[in-house]
């Protein structure tokens, strides 16, 4: 008997980079907190979409017999196998090497379908139409030029407008697993953000995201600017505009600038004393000078 809840009616996109060997899940639905339910990855593993009358434990067990060198083929036979209501789930599933597999039940509303290629598996359910999947995969192949995260968002994005879910708009997930890519390197969890309920959750999503990259990412070495000249004049107005009282670069501004950083949360971009990033100086310049 199907489980009295209502479907997660999603349009979702699994993938791997080619390049970093990422894994990613893009999901968006006209659901409370999709990204609760459908995204499951483990970095150098596997990702996993589950959606429509979703059961979660295929996400767990497709890693765990991921992990156990099976195949995804044979992992869909087992799924199916352990669940009388299969016919109403949706998935997609895709490996560390890239094999790819999509799942539409017969019982999942309409329009519901999907698509599969190397490194990707596209599904949505309850989509105004095919049109909505062709535009997440499309857009996905074409825009290689974009780093992996934001062409996930991108192709999500490409979907939504071309139709999206026929209800409506509500949550969004990114959620890309790195090996050791997660916060200081102690899990996979490289980039994990959440629209629970907002009226254009895409759009915020990858507003999040250029925070994240922001807050996050390590500065390019051949980018760091020396703290001396100009450079050291623009980093003295910021911290008197923060309360501090240096008219030239010395020791204790050092630390200042340092103190300022954690205050702000930027102390990925602060690799190298002496040095300081030109996207955390140009951040610190608009927030604080304007």
Known sequence: MLLNLPPVATFSLVAKDPNSQDLGVVVA?????????????????????????????????????LRAGQKLGDIAIMLEANDPEHQSRQYGLVSADGSSYSFTGSACHAWAGGRSGQGFAAQGNLLTGAEVIDALVETFLA???????????????????????????????LYVARIKGGYAGF??????????????????????????????????????L???????????????????????WQHAAQHALEDLAGIENLEERFTQKGFIDPVALEFLEQKYLG
């Open 29 to 65: 639905s006209k659901f409370l907190a999709v990204g609760s339910v459908v995204p499951w990855l483990e970095g150098g593993v596997g990702a996993v979409a589950t959606q429509s009358y979703a059961n979660t434990s295929f996400g767990l067990r497709t890693l765990e017999a």
């Open 143 to 173: 825009r290689t030029d974009l780093a992996f995260p934001e062409r996930l968002l991108t192709a999500l994005l490409a979907a939504d407008t071309t139709g999206g879910d026929a209800r409506g708009r509500q949550s969004a997930a």
């Open 187 to 224: 899990n996979d969890r490289y980039i994990d953000l959440r629209i629970d309920d907002h009226s254009t959750p895409i759009l915020e999503l990858q507003r999040l995201l250029s925070i994240h990259r922001l807050l996050f990412e390590r500065p390019d070495p051949e980018a760091l």
């Open 226 to 248: 020396p703290i001396r000249d100009d450079i050291a004049t623009r980093v003295l107005m910021v911290l008197r505009k923060a309360g501090n009282e240096f008219t030239q």
